[in-house]
């Protein structure tokens, strides 16, 4: 089960930057409207079959980095004992779906990695997963994994005087 929807990759990074990075790289780029209307599940009886096609092959190739993310995203978190796959899905695992789809989307991108926020997301999320899977982050108030850490118990030493001990002293 992927961890981010068609519709929210629509809203972002949005159906024209997924136009360019999911295309056939040897076409004409689909056009954004076309793309969009396909992600959010639209009526596309208006368009040419061949650009339906094409918008569905960019979707194929979206899915299969979604589906790379979710397979990195489950890696980290296995290995700190979650149930995966997550559900509900957290809106963090959401964003960190989003930040690692989109760097393997732009692969030919050719920016610095210090400035680029494309790459930043990338290396931001798997800084925080690498934090959530070594138990010093967690996902949420919801976060079953991290919060059954929580059930503190307190104990002392035995009491030093009782209150028959203290009665003595009346």
């Not at 396909?38 to 009526?43: C, E, I, P, Q, S």
């Not at 979206?62 to 296995?78: K, N, R, S």
Request: with cysteine; aromatic share 6%.
């Amino acid at each position: 089960m992927p961890y981010i929807t068609h519709a929210d990759l629509a809203e972002s990074p949005g159906a024209l930057e997924l136009a360019e990075v999911a295309s056939d790289e040897h076409r004409a780029p689909v056009r954004a409207e076309l793309l969009n209307a396909v992600l959010r599940g639209h009526d596309t009886s208006a368009w040419p079959a061949e650009d339906v096609a094409a918008a569905q092959s960019a979707v194929q190739r979206i899915d299969a980095a979604v589906g790379d993310a979710t397979a990195m995203i489950d890696g980290y978190l296995a290995k700190r004992g979650y149930a995966l796959p997550l559900a509900p899905v957290p809106g963090l695992v959401t964003a960190w779906c989003r930040g690692i789809a989109r760097y393997m989307l732009h692969k030919n991108r050719r920016t610095m990695e210090a400035t680029d926020r494309i790459a930043r997301g990338y290396t931001d999320a798997l800084r925080l997963l690498q934090q959530t899977a070594d138990g010093k982050f967690s996902l949420g108030a919801l976060d079953a994994v991290a919060n059954d850490k929580l059930d503190a118990r307190f104990e002392c030493a035995p009491s030093v005087f009782s209150r028959r001990q203290l009665g003595a002293f009346r």
